[in-house]
């Protein structure tokens, strides 16, 4: 399965017009809600890369890659964003996750599979409470493989742990609305893989896993990754500098 991984820096929103044209109406009154700069650059960049990494694979400007943004609990617009093809359309099978942390923002696209990417900021690790966020996100054989880790190392050890199940999670389109504890992940060095799932009726046929390397252009981010995706056995991963994509398209955005 191939699965093309797009990252981007914060700091790429400072172009902040060109991009915030890019959004549709459902995007736009987000973007305007959030209060917090940089929360608003991380939604807005997230929406921009998306867009760009889809017209790509589409073929049309980014601007006019038909998004739907419907929460299938609350009807409210937020959830996993997905391509709104029309029926009938080629692109039906495509399926994008997007994930945001601290100064890095990410996109992965696929065709054929469901796809997840989640990112944690290792720099943000030491902040991190992992003695009090551990025992509610981890089932008690990862619990007992991170305490074997030193204490110094357990922040990034449990960021690693976390990015593959979110990246399942995502991949699943179900979030954090599943009982964390029983969804069982692999921890590195072992390659990532899902050993356990919350119930085994609903677990799909295969998930591949890869873990995948946070860079943008030359520049390799402080951060850990995961890209997951259903019905495949192995990833093989595109890399797309997403900084360089967005400040080629804030500096000459296509004539509207
Ligand atoms: C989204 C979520 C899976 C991960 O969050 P996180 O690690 O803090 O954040 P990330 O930056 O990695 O991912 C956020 C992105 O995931 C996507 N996303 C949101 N919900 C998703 C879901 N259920 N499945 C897959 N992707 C999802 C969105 O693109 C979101 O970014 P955007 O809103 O800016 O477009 C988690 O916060 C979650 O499950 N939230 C929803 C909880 C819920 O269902 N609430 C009920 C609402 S009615």
């Known amino acids: 399965m191939s699965v093309g991984v797009w990252w981007a820096s914060l700091r790429d929103a ?22 917090r700069a940089d929360d608003r650059g991380r939604f807005l960049l997230g929406c921009a890369l998306s867009r760009i990494a889809l017209g790509e694979l589409l073929g049309v400007s980014p601007a006019e890659v038909p ?10 617009p937020h959830g996993k964003p997905r391509l709104a093809a029309p029926h009938g359309s080629p692109f039906a099978d495509v399926d994008f996750s997007v994930t945001h942390s601290g100064d ?17 900021e290792t720099g943000s690790g030491a902040a991190l409470d992992v ?18 880790h030193p204490p110094a190392e357990r922040a ?5 742990v976390w990015t593959r199940k979110e990246a399942v999670l995502k991949a699943l389109g179900v979030g954090l609305t599943v009982p ?23 677990a799909p046929q295969a998930m591949a896993m890869a873990d995948v390397d946070v860079v943008t252009g030359s520049r390799r981010l402080p951060a850990t990754a995961t890209a997951a995706a259903t019905g495949a056995t192995a ?4 890399h797309h500098d997403g900084t360089a994509a967005v400040t080629a398209y804030a500096t000459s955005p296509p004539p509207p």
Not at 104 to 119: E, I, K, M, Y
């Open 67 to 76: 998004l739907r943004r419907v929460c299938p609990r609350c009807g409210g």
């Open 104 to 120: 890095v923002v990410g996109v992965a696209v696929a065709r054929g599979a469901n796809v997840g990417l989640d990112v944690e």
């Open 235 to 238: 990833l093989r991963l595109h």
């Open 156 to 160: 990034s050890a449990f960021l690693r």
């Open 180 to 202: 964390l504890r029983r969804l069982e992940v692999s921890a590195p060095p072992l390659p990532p893989k899902v050993l356990s799932w919350p119930d085994q009726r609903t």
């Open 14 to 35: 400072r172009a902040a017009a060109p991009l915030t044209a890019l959004l549709d109406p459902v995007e736009r009154a987000r973007h305007e809600a959030i209060a």
């Open 131 to 148: 003695d009090t966020v551990a025992p509610v996100a981890l089932t008690d054989a990862e619990l007992a493989a991170l305490n074997a």
